[in-house]
């Protein structure tokens, strides 16, 4: 067991490694130059090297990232063009995105998983049927007209969502009716999926020796699929959520564009549009690791629930 | 039907003629390629199919509701709506099944290579892979957008490469299980070459998971080409596609509401048929999954 955590946690580490190698590299690749950014309208050369220089622009290319990646390593991502903290600004949108995201597989969890035992258990019969037809259906539908449809539908005509914007937590009501729209539309997708991953699993485990055996038994059917079915099907789909984080963060970014919630996925976008070197780098980064982690964390745990794997421990 | 003939049928037609049996019991399925096929024609023959250029613009006729003249009506600057969807299922088109070729041939040998070779190659492709996914998709794309410029093509390679890492897995696996198929040891024991094998044995054998991942691949990249051009990343105007025409509708969207649900019915369509279409085939083609 310790040999595989330490593999796994190698695996990561090493991944970790070569995304923040990515991450530098790919934010260098942008066109612009980013003292001429940071100068604003003063463009003598004098100033601009002095700009350089002042932020290591100047070193070579390793002395740079080694730089950088010292200080993220210490929490310090540095200040982007404004001269704010970058470490400061990601803290200070990331627990809204958090928050939708939360919902989000919330909702998802909540309709995706009774939707896909439903299906499996009543394989073949209408409700199987109906399910797995919606679930392709919401698999087809694009998070941001789904958003739109939301929008003239439940604000424009109806009147009873607000249309967008983010109000804090303080306020839990008003938190949750601005927030309510946004996570449907992000959990909708999650949701479909999940249903789709848990009636094959379920199908799966329904078919194994262990179920005759369960059955033969004489259990009650019930007993049957909770017990045993369900949980060998529920550790499979832990992973599947794991494997949908970029999906979701991806879903963020353009969620929060629609309803306007000035969160993680819109400074995103902005950070690109501003060209704003520190703050993508510092974005990517966070976003990046927050996806390693995430997927360690659930490899160790399906590790922990399985121990076929933990034996053989050659998943890859 | 006589003896005689079947007789004659070699097995690989008959195995034909069985799956094609298959496929046609599932009327979802082949709902799913019918309008498939029909996005195709609009795609290919946009330019005789539509009514109007996307470009020819109506001034006597703006924001009009549906009429003889305007099958959809016509937005703020007289475009025909219909003529849009039309030029606009060009756009998804081409994003969609480009983006899906160009990344099936990258995926593919590297999946092979990594699954067929093991070693030490395997787990180095595998950690590049991780890399890979770890970027969320939207995030890879804004980026490549904001490093290439914003264009149809570049989206297609954006879309294209965000969909290599999921491939690369599938065709490892494959290449993985197939290589301890016994024709495969067979070939391998009367020292058939590595090319040999890996083109003649184990690719045809994984053509069909191959053809339904694409299949899937396909509506996601549609998805993807709506979003990237909605955020300006993709088509730009005066070309469109139905990502531009939702973009152009946002604010349009309480005077004329129908501007932003024609261009997303006609996305959720599309992909739908694809979804189905993969669906059916992959019932089809796996027996694991057989009702």
Redesign the interface.
Known sequence: MGSFVLRKVGAALIVLFLSSILVFLGVRALPGDPAIALGGENRDPAVLAQIRHEYGLDKPVPVQYAHWIGHALRGDLGTDSRGLSVAHTIVVKLPITLELASLSVLLGVLIGIPVGIISAVRRGKLSDYTSTTTALVALSVPHFWLGLMMILVFAVNLHWLPAGDYVSVAHPFQNLRHMLMPAVVLGTGLAAVLARQMRSAMLESLGADYIRTARAKGLSEWSVVCRHALRNSLITVTTVIGLQLGALISGAVITEAIFSIAGFGRLTVESIQQRDYALIQGIVLVAASGYVIVNLGVDLAYSLLNPRIRVAGTRT | MSYVELATITPRARRRRLLRKRFLRRP?AVAGLIVALAFAVLAVFANQIAPYSYQTTDFNAILVHHSSKHLLGTDPLGHDIWSQIIFGARASMEAGVLSTLLALTIAVPIGLVAGYYRGWI??VI???T??L???????LA??LA??LGASLRNAILALGIGAVPGLIRIARGEALALREEDYVRAAIANGARDTTILFRHILPNMASTLIVQATVTI?LAI?GE??LS??GLGVQPPATSWGVQ?SA??DY??EA?RL??YP?VA??IA??SF??LG?GLRDVLDPR?Q?
């Open positions: 979802l395997d787990p595998a950690r590049i991780d890399v996914l770890a970027f969320p998709f939207l995030i804004v980026g904001a490093i509506p998805i709506a979003v909605f955020l939702l509708a946002q969207l309480t509401p932003a649900v997303g996305i959720v992909s739908l979804n189905l669906d999954t009702r």
